[in-house]
């Protein structure tokens, strides 16, 4: 994902990418240098997130799914009740439990 802190400009068409770089078949470093210019670690106003593959749930997470999914279930008029908002916080200690038993990843 691309962010940009300046005046939006407009879109790129993939398109429009593959014909800017000036090759048949352009390689990742050549779309990035139309993308971002060509020193891309200069003062630049673009950020490149980068997501990491999540982990396979485990037979046991799967199992867990099962039952804790019609309790959590049970929570949610109370959460939105008492909080105003339905879900946790992935950070947050309860958080983390319910990643673990179940693997939201």
Do not use: C, I, P, Q
């Given at each position: 994902?691309?962010?940009?802190?300046?005046k939006f400009r407009g879109w790129w068409a993939r398109?429009?990418?593959l014909k800017?770089?000036?090759k048949e078949n352009p390689t990742a470093d050549?779309?990035?240098?139309?993308?971002?210019?060509r020193d891309q670690y200069s003062?630049?106003?673009y950020l490149?997130?980068?997501y990491d593959e999540p982990a396979a749930r485990t037979m046991l997470q799967r199992f867990n799914f099962i039952w804790f999914m019609p309790?959590?279930?049970l929570t949610v008029p109370f959460q939105w009740l008492i909080r105003g908002q339905v879900g946790?916080?992935?950070?947050?200690?309860?958080g983390r439990i319910f990643d673990a038993i179940v693997g939201f990843n």
């Open positions: 994902m691309l962010e940009k802190k300046k398109s429009e990418v800017a770089t000036g050549d779309v990035l240098d139309v993308l971002m210019g003062d630049t106003d490149v997130h980068r309790l959590y279930l946790v916080n992935r950070n947050s200690r309860m």
